[in-house]
């Protein structure tokens, strides 16, 4: 895995910003796996700016996200569909009918059904991903085996709360206790994989993962399993890694 520390939260979205940029220049048609939460936010103004300035297009890009809450229609503000609407797609040239986002109204089985027909048929390119401080990717919490497939899952408390936090003003009787998510096999298939993470706050987590065998209570620890991970951290959510195990750069 390979590990880049950055000074800080904007210079760690604009390198992974890069990345992407560069992926859909070289390959117009790339399949994008992308993910929610307010760390990507900044990324995803970098690849506005970026299209904005340089017409990097996205016309034939294909997005496909990692998850969305159960309940909460496309129209709801703190919805994931409405969410990559304001921070993306409204900013950048794509084609709506190419970008997919599980769909978490309505009946829940079928779309998990339809979502994992979709996965089958399409190979991501790149996944983006976050992580939550206990160490969930998508939506896959920490359990006692993982989750192969797209699957409803019920929110652990830690993520409630931080969703709470961060979302929905702070009301925890709006925020969902349900969603729908990716497993980790649409994760795991993806070429390459980017975790962007930042803050001191998710400094435990990724010292977590990197110091465990794979595990499902950690579940970002599955990306020991895959040959292509780069990992873009700023110093507060390097700060409890060491630097001689890994393949580091600063
Ligand atoms: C949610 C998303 C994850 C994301 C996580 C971290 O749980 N489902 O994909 O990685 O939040 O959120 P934040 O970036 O706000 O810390």
Do not use: W
Not at 109 to 131: F, P, V
Not at 173 to 180: D, E, F, N
């Amino acid at each position: 895995m390979k590990i880049i520390v950055c000074d800080n939260h904007h210079e760690a979205s604009k390198y992974v910003a890069e990345i992407f940029i560069k992926q859909v220049q070289n390959k117009p048609n790339s399949v994008l796996g992308l993910a929610t939460g307010s760390t990507p936010i900044e990324m995803y103004y970098y690849l506005i700016k970026d299209h904005k300035l340089n017409n990097t297009s996205y016309r034939d890009v294909i997005t496909i996200n990692l998850d969305e809450y159960v309940k909460l229609e496309a129209s709801n503000s703190q919805s994931y569909h409405y969410f990559m609407e304001k921070h993306l797609f409204s900013g950048i040239d794509i084609n709506k009918s190419n970008t997919f986002i599980p769909d978490g109204t309505g009946d829940i089985n079928a779309n998990i059904k339809a979502y994992n027909d979709l996965l089958e048929n399409i190979n991501i390119d790149i996944q983006l991903l976050g992580i939550g401080r206990n160490c969930h990717i998508g939506f896959n919490e920490p359990d006692d085996e993982f989750q192969i497939g797209t699957h409803l899952v019920n929110l652990k408390q830690s993520t409630i709360d931080d969703n709470a936090r961060l979302f929905f003003d702070g009301d925890y009787s709006l925020v969902p206790k349900q969603a729908i998510t990716v497993g980790v096999k649409a994760i795991m298939s993806a070429k390459q994989i980017i975790l962007l993470a930042t803050g001191k706050q998710k400094a435990q987590a990724i010292s977590n993962f990197l110091n465990s065998q794979i595990n499902p209570q950690f579940p970002a620890s599955i990306l020991h399993a895959h040959n292509n991970v780069v990992l873009v951290l700023d110093k507060g959510a390097a700060s409890l890694i060491g630097k001689d195990s890994y393949d580091y750069t600063e």
